[in-house]
């Protein structure tokens, strides 16, 4: 992209008119939070060639209309002492942008705008978990496990408003030099319009309201998202049940029957106002599986789920969040509940970036089927209850370190449960 003297000049003065003619109607779409765009942006404000929203912050963790970001985009592309590696950032955005910033008045060619369809993200992580549990003879048993993990996540544009999304993962076992196959775990068209987003394929489980307490999966199905400041997600599916915790009843019942997915409905509400936000959810589930489920009501085979959740930003650095969930149709281990302290928080673009948080955490393992939290996984503790305390960090650009600890008390039987987490990730 060639810029000469007066298109920088003719860049800036559009976009300072743009932002007083413009503010008060603004035709243009959000852009998801987990758009590209959020990084690179990102990259941009922490090399000090783009300001954010003048008052020196980007706020990565908000959906901005792409009328936002494209005046960012364009008071970028007005500088000229720029590194190739950011010059290359904004040519991208550019690219994605490029109606948005015709319509400010920068031109992008169509060459420019069709030169990168297909973008690629990424990470390679390693992840150590040290766990122990106390034993009925009060013994104590230790387990301890290492995995490696590379992650790809294309996306690609089919026009304007369309994307296809996919997440492709491979994982290794250290102490045995043992590597699974590169899956597909996710892959699904994408549709953004103004206050509307359509998903097809087999995409994540929505769980804004509960900040992943319940699920971190995916489902093959649909979903659908609309409103603004009040959103409402529809989605409907199947979900393979034997992607459940590992440490979970349901995935040792998915043995037990021929029944490998359950069917699925959900819908969830959620919305902000000033610094507070929240939501409410119910999923309802179908399975022969649940018949097989200790703790279900007997010859059940639904699982009905509603939660809510709320949160409120003191500052920029201070954010306090809970959840509640209950699985109606289990009558053990049926409830999980979360409150959690965030103090700042680890931003991979930003070196020298941190964050911290302690939680207190009730997973009742009937309703918590599948939690996001690392030391819930699947290689980690499950159907306890306790105290958990975290912090994150940015040693070098794009590279995150992390140390979890939890200790608490086994839910069926009140005994002692604790674990050590530490991750490493490297972004690309």
Same mark, same amino acid.
């Given at each position: 992209?060639?810029?000469?003297?007066?298109?920088?000049?003719?860049?800036?003065?559009?976009?300072?008119?743009?932002?007083?003619?413009?503010?008060?109607?603004?035709?243009?779409?959000?852009?998801?939070?987990?758009?590209?765009?959020?990084?690179?942006?990102?990259?941009?404000?922490?090399?000090?060639?783009?300001?954010?929203?003048?008052?020196?912050?980007?706020?990565?963790?908000?959906?901005?209309?792409?009328?936002?970001?494209?005046?960012?985009?364009?008071?970028?592309?007005?500088?000229?002492?720029?590194?190739?590696?950011?010059?290359?950032?904004?040519?991208?955005?550019?690219?994605?942008?490029? =109606?948005?910033?015709?319509?400010?008045?920068?031109?992008?060619?169509?060459?420019?705008?069709?030169? =990168?369809?297909?973008?690629?993200?990424?990470?390679?992580?390693?992840?150590?978990?040290?766990?122990?549990?106390?034993?009925?003879?009060?013994?104590?048993?230790?387990?301890?496990?290492?995995?490696?993990?590379?992650?790809?996540?294309?996306?690609?544009?089919?026009?304007?408003?369309?994307?296809?999304?996919?997440?492709?993962?491979?994982?290794?076992?250290?102490?045995?030099?043992?590597?699974?196959?590169?899956?597909?775990?996710?892959?699904?068209?994408?549709?953004?319009?103004?206050?509307?987003?359509?998903?097809?394929?087999?995409?994540?489980?929505?769980?804004?309201?509960?900040?992943?307490?319940?699920?971190?999966?995916?489902?093959?199905?649909?979903?659908?998202?609309?409103?603004?400041?009040?959103?409402?997600?529809?989605?409907?599916?199947?979900?393979?049940?034997?992607?459940?915790?590992?440490?979970?009843?349901?995935?040792?019942?998915?043995?037990?029957?021929?029944?490998?997915?359950?069917?699925?409905?959900?819908?969830?509400?959620?919305?902000?106002?000033?610094?507070?936000?929240?939501?409410?959810?119910?999923?309802?589930?179908?399975?022969?599986?649940?018949?097989?489920?200790?703790?279900?009501?007997?010859?059940?085979?639904?699982?009905?789920?509603?939660?809510?959740?709320?949160?409120?930003?003191?500052?920029?650095?201070?954010?306090?969040?809970?959840?509640?969930?209950?699985?109606?149709?289990?009558?053990?281990?049926?409830?999980?509940?979360?409150?959690?302290?965030?103090?700042?928080?680890?931003?991979?673009?930003?070196?020298?970036?941190?964050?911290?948080?302690?939680?207190?955490?009730?997973?009742?393992?009937?309703?918590?089927?599948?939690?996001?939290?690392?030391?819930?996984?699947?290689?980690?503790?499950?159907?306890?209850?306790?105290?958990?305390?975290?912090?994150?960090?940015?040693?070098?650009?794009?590279?995150?370190?992390?140390?979890?600890?939890?200790?608490?008390?086994?839910?069926?039987?009140?005994?002692?449960?604790?674990?050590?987490?530490?991750?490493?990730?490297?972004?690309?």
């Amino acid at each position: 992209m060639k810029k000469t003297l007066v298109s920088a000049l003719t860049t800036a003065l559009v976009v300072g008119a743009a932002s007083t003619t413009f503010a008060a109607a603004n035709p243009f779409s959000d852009v998801p939070a987990d758009h590209w765009a959020y990084d690179a942006v990102s990259q941009l404000a922490a090399d000090g060639v783009i300001e954010g929203y003048g008052d020196t912050t980007f706020r990565g963790n908000q959906n901005i209309t792409r009328y936002e970001m494209a005046q960012m985009i364009a008071k970028a592309m007005a500088k000229t002492d720029v590194s190739a590696a950011d010059k290359a950032l904004i040519d991208k955005l550019a690219a994605e942008f490029s =109606d948005e910033l015709n319509n400010l008045g920068v031109r992008v060619s169509n060459l420019e705008r069709n030169a =990168d369809n297909v973008k690629w993200n990424g990470q390679a992580r390693y992840r150590y978990w040290s766990q122990r549990y106390e034993q009925k003879d009060g013994s104590t048993k230790k387990q301890n496990k290492d995995q490696l993990n590379f992650r790809l996540e294309p996306s690609a544009e089919v026009n304007k408003n369309w994307h296809v999304k996919a997440r492709i993962d491979a994982f290794m076992d250290p102490s045995k030099d043992e590597t699974s196959d590169l899956t597909v775990k996710r892959v699904w068209a994408q549709g953004d319009y103004k206050n509307f987003q359509v998903k097809l394929g087999k995409m994540p489980f929505f769980s804004t309201e509960t900040a992943g307490m319940l699920f971190d999966d995916q489902f093959s199905g649909a979903q659908v998202t609309f409103g603004k400041n009040l959103k409402a997600t529809l989605e409907a599916g199947r979900w393979d049940l034997n992607s459940a915790n590992t440490q979970s009843n349901l995935h040792d019942a998915a043995g037990k029957t021929d029944d490998d997915a359950a069917n699925y409905q959900g819908i969830a509400l959620n919305g902000t106002a000033g610094k507070l936000y929240g939501g409410a959810a119910y999923r309802h589930f179908n399975s022969n599986v649940f018949t097989q489920t200790k703790g279900f009501e007997k010859n059940t085979d639904e699982a009905n789920i509603w939660s809510v959740g709320a949160g409120y930003k003191f500052d920029k650095n201070w954010n306090l969040y809970g959840a509640y969930a209950k699985n109606e149709k289990a009558e053990s281990d049926a409830t999980a509940h979360n409150i959690q302290l965030n103090y700042k928080g680890a931003q991979k673009a930003n070196k020298g970036s941190w964050g911290a948080y302690t939680a207190y955490r009730y997973m009742g393992q009937n309703v918590a089927f599948a939690p996001t939290y690392e030391t819930f996984l699947s290689n980690g503790v499950n159907n306890v209850k306790g105290w958990e305390v975290g912090t994150e960090y940015v040693p070098f650009t794009n590279v995150t370190a992390a140390a979890y600890y939890f200790n608490g008390k086994q839910l069926d039987n009140d005994r002692d449960a604790e674990l050590l987490f530490g991750r490493v990730n490297f972004w690309f």
